[in-house]
């Protein structure tokens, strides 16, 4: 098992930056890919970035690419969300997600934390 907690969500302006942290613990040696995923009201969850757990590969959807970046401390077991010049329409549960491999699929992860909810407001 892997427990997945997420924090650092909250209120910001259009234009401002948050940054999430996704903190893992159990069994983290099988969480090669963490992904973040989010879920605004009344829409479908869809893929946000991830990385894989030496750091060398990440991706992104194009609506974050460039504005977004993910990171990790494996001596801590966090991943990090930097999000900069957010908009409105990244209002949204923020989820972060471990699997096994590459994927921009929410079904190909296994472990899911509880979410944060990140409001831009314009």
């Known amino acids: 098992q892997v427990q997945l907690v997420e924090s650092g969500g909250g209120l910001v302006q259009a234009g401002g930056s948050l940054r999430l942290s996704c903190a893992a613990s159990?069994?983290?040696?099988?969480?090669?890919?963490t992904g973040w995923f989010r879920q605004a009201p009344g829409k479908e969850r869809e893929f946000v970035a991830a990385?894989?757990?030496?750091?060398?590969?990440?991706y992104y959807a194009d609506s974050v690419q460039g504005r977004f970046t993910v990171s990790r401390d494996n001596a801590n077991n966090t991943v990090y969300l930097q999000m900069n010049s957010l908009k409105p329409e990244d209002t949204a549960v923020y989820y972060c997600?471990?699997?096994?491999?590459?994927?921009?699929?929410?079904?190909?992860?296994?472990?899911w934390g509880q979410g944060t909810q990140v409001t831009v407001s314009s």
């Open positions: 997600a471990v699997g096994s491999f590459r994927s921009d699929y929410g079904p190909a992860y296994a472990y």
């Open positions: 990385i894989h757990r030496s750091g060398g590969d990440t």
């Open positions: 159990g069994r983290t040696f099988i969480t090669y890919y």
